[in-house]
Nanobody, 114 residues
């Protein structure tokens, strides 16, 4: 049973920073891809960033240059460093992992006030 537990969300003013963490139960080496998605009220869930096993990363255009995804294999953790936050970044952020199946965390709320 794979569990992904997110933390680090909260309320921040525009221009501020937050770091999200996603801890997986067991080694993250087994996942081909890990990433972060977000879902704002009334909108579809969208990819924010992901990191592939070989270290390659992908970002949504809206967060390029502001967000950084990274992984710590020793801690079975994936991070999302979010800088220069904007009100439009407000959403529930979900951790995602994929190997032969797709796994999701429970989500963490990020609210950016103007």
């Amino acid at each position: 049973q794979v569990q992904l537990v997110e933390s680090g969300g909260g309320l921040v003013q525009a221009g501020g920073s937050l770091r999200l963490s996603c801890v997986a139960s067991g080694s993250i080496f087994r996942f081909n891809v890990m990433g972060w998605y977000r879902q704002a009220p009334g909108k579809q869930r969208e990819l924010v960033a992901n990191i592939i096993n070989d270290g390659r990363t992908n970002y949504a255009d809206s967060v390029k240059g502001r967000f950084t995804i990274s992984r710590d294999n020793a801690k079975n953790t994936v991070y999302l460093q979010m800088n220069s936050l904007k009100p439009e970044d407000t959403a529930v952020y979900f951790c995602h992992a994929f190997s032969t199946s797709s796994y999701w965390g429970q989500g963490t709320q990020v609210t950016v006030s103007s």
